[in-house]
């Protein structure tokens, strides 16, 4: 692929900017995690239960998903900067429908449609695949992440604050307003980067075998799964633990969730600098090493009776700086596979991880009862780190055989 330099901002005569990219990677995650502090109050107001209320990231999870698959054939025939203004415009209806809802009902059907925003995450990587080689592309698409970093990392805190002192509403509006700002950005910066070639959905889909059939496309699709696995099941019972078993209040426990979002944060900007150097694959090693090291550690601690909140969630920045390193490596190894498939590699691969997140998340909300401590769920995080760098061991040793 040829690299295009030419970028003047807020010109969408050109591709867009960084930050655009950046913006479009980050209203996502803020939609998912920004409220979880808040869950009680909202289990309160909507009469429901906190374990109910936080089958709402499930939810939004599973949604997240079908978008995915949906937005990457779509962008590949219709553009990325279509699909980019649309999925805003849903968004930030469904973003207002959660605010005037009366019932669970209706804000899960809301919660549900809100993700289509998951689409813009598929739009920045393909757009990186579109203009960027593959050499470079897990470095840029790294910077990129730290829009998903910084997003999960400010959005809890922000999130408990304004929920305690506004109500749980105040978290939306503010996404509401988020969403605006991206779609002024991307109506005026993004210019459309999806290649020219001839065919439509009918000549895609008969391209699909070549993409499914490729090991190494797999491979990097369910190393980044379990991966983001860890992250989906703390997102999913980190709640439980911060507010049932250590009795955090929402302020401190919106602090608490920041930490792995920092470790992301860390991870990026390591992965953006070192990732060309290195290469793919080994970055995907390293990350998936301090994954497993930062959950084997913390799970002993609570074996040992030695685990506290601070141990707990102070561990997650490891699983952060993991998830950081590993999954900005993996996206480009999935683009690299077949780059005139890049929308739907990167649809499919984010709707594989989104998917398996939305399962272990709701899994993680049933593990967890009256009497849990966190080793169910350090348990579960760990076994998922295994299973990751297994795959990523075996993937990296068939590409030295072929």
Request: charge should be neutral.
């Amino acid at each position: 692929m040829n690299e295009k330099p030419a970028i003047h901002f807020l010109d969408n005569s050109t591709q867009p900017s960084m930050l655009t990219l950046m913006l479009l990677a980050s209203i996502s995650p803020l939609a998912m995690n920004s409220f979880l502090p808040t869950l009680d109050i909202m289990a309160v107001f909507f009469d429901t239960s906190t374990a109910i209320m936080g089958l709402t990231v499930g939810v939004y999870l599973g949604s997240s998903a079908i978008f995915q698959i949906l937005a990457g054939p779509l962008s590949d025939n219709i553009g990325r900067r279509t699909v980019s203004i649309g999925a805003l415009i849903i968004f930030i209806a469904a973003s207002l429908g959660c605010i005037y809802s009366t019932n669970i009902e209706s804000f899960m059907l809301f919660r549900a449609i809100q993700a289509a925003s998951a689409c813009l995450m598929v739009m920045a990587r393909a757009i990186v695949r579109d203009t960027t080689s593959t050499r470079k592309s897990g470095a840029k698409i790294a910077y990129i992440s730290l829009g998903m970093a910084i997003s999960p990392m400010l959005g809890p805190a922000l999130g408990g604050f304004l929920g305690g002192l506004f109500g749980w509403e105040a978290n939306f509006w503010l996404i509401v307003l988020i969403g605006l700002l991206t779609l002024l950005v991307v109506y005026l910066d993004q210019g459309e980067t999806r290649p020219k070639k001839s065919g439509g959905f009918r000549h895609q889909f008969q391209s699909y075998p070549e993409l499914l059939s490729s090991s190494q496309f797999w491979g990097y699709c369910f190393a980044s799964a379990f991966a983001a696995g860890t992250f989906f099941s703390f997102l999913g019972g980190g709640t439980f633990v911060g507010a049932v078993v250590y009795s955090l209040s929402p302020e401190v426990l919106g602090l608490y969730f920041a930490i792995p979002a920092f470790g992301f944060f860390l991870g990026t900007i390591f992965a953006g600098k070192y990732s060309t150097l290195i290469g793919i694959d080994n970055m995907i090693v390293i990350g998936l090493g301090i994954l497993v090291l930062g959950l084997s550690v913390s799970l002993l601690l609570s074996f040992l009776g030695l685990g506290t909140a601070k141990t707990f969630f102070g561990f997650m920045a490891l699983v952060g700086l993991g998830n950081g390193i590993c999954m900005p490596n993996a996206t480009a190894g999935m683009l690299a596979v077949k780059p005139s498939l890049a929308g739907a590699a990167s649809g499919l691969g984010g709707s594989m991880m989104i998917g398996c997140g939305a399962l272990l998340s709701i899994l993680a909300g049933f593990i967890l009862t009256d009497g849990s401590t966190d080793i169910q769920l350090l348990i579960m995080m760990w076994f998922l780190s295994l299973c990751a760098i297994f795959v990523a061991l075996s993937t990296k040793l068939k590409s030295k055989l072929q």
